[in-house]
């Protein structure tokens, strides 16, 4: 299916998602948030994609929420779970988690508020030098416990920073991000695609399956109440992994040295 607010072009099994509204600094309308509940929502079920790549056209990852679009107080969500807006936005994060897909974010320029919690709802996060980020929403009179921020910040870089970030509204730029390690790598700006490519590729070395359930696992154990709780589902995924043809094929490779072939699954 064709978007109007960004793109998405297909390369093997990695869906390059890219943000195209650079005169807005892609920033998210109401037209953008039906799109990506719609593109994020199919991929749950969606075999074919095992990786998305997440960036911005333009000048910026993403500037957040549209204010000019917005700012006529109009509501036009008229269910979301009762929360209209707000709670149709949240959907796309909640979406970008549930899918079975990693998702690298490629982050250059601005990537405030929405946007930032794009970049936090991703499994990899790789920034330009240019890369600029924060919890805008505080700046806007509002809370910035919103759109999975409360959630995902301290998680990622510990509860003092993540308390620094979303209090004050300030932005942290690449070379901090990398330090505080909410990003994996900073690279310049025009070497983005190449590292993101480079991810794609090791991602892609991986069985279906193995991935799937590798996201599926991390999440689950993040918020495990206990060691006993995490290693049940580790268990469980390791038998239904291993019950797969590809569990055979990637030892079989391993003693060849060579690249698994690995089958859809």
């Given amino acids: 299916m064709s978007y ?12 390059w998602v890219t943000l ?3 005169d807005a600094l892609n ?3 109401l037209e953008m948030v ?9 991929l749950f079920h969606d075999r074919a994609t095992r990786v998305v790549v997440l960036r911005g056209a333009g000048k910026a990852f993403c500037a957040g929420l549209d204010i000019k679009e ?3 107080g109009r509501d036009e969500v008229p269910f979301a779970g009762g929360f209209g807006f707000q709670g149709y936005l949240a959907d796309v994060y909640l979406k970008m988690r549930r899918c079975p897909q990693p998702i690298i974010s490629l982050v250059h320029g601005a990537a405030c508020g929405g946007g930032f919690s794009f970049v936090l709802a991703s499994d990899i996060r790789i920034a330009g030098e240019s890369a600029k980020m924060n919890a805008a929403f505080i700046r806007l009179g509002l809370s910035a416990c919103d759109m999975g921020c409360s959630y995902f910040l301290p998680r990622l870089v510990g509860t003092s920073v993540a308390s620094e970030l979303m209090l004050t509204g300030r932005f942290i730029h690449a070379r901090r991000a990398l330090a505080t390690g909410l990003v994996s790598e900073m690279v310049p700006d025009a070497d983005l695609e190449a590292t993101g490519q480079s991810y794609v590729d090791d991602l892609l070395a991986a069985s279906p399956m193995g991935l799937r359930m590798t996201k599926e696992g991390l999440n689950l154990a993040i918020d495990a109440p206990s060691l006993e709780a995490a290693m049940a ?3 469980r995924n390791q038998l239904m992994t291993s019950a797969s043809p590809n569990f055979r094929e990637g030892m079989q490779a391993f003693l060849e040295k ?3 072939n690995y089958v859809p699954e």
Wanted: charged share 40%; hydrophobic share 30%; proline share 6%.
């Fill in 4 to 15: 109007n607010t960004f793109t998405v072009e297909k390369r093997d099994a990695a869906d």
């Fill in 20 to 22: 195209n509204r650079p």
């Fill in 27 to 29: 920033a998210i309308s």
């Fill in 34 to 42: 039906r799109e990506l509940n719609d593109y994020f929502g199919a």
């Fill in 70 to 72: 917005r700012s006529d």
């Fill in 233 to 235: 589902i580790e268990n």
């Fill in 258 to 260: 060579r690249r698994p």
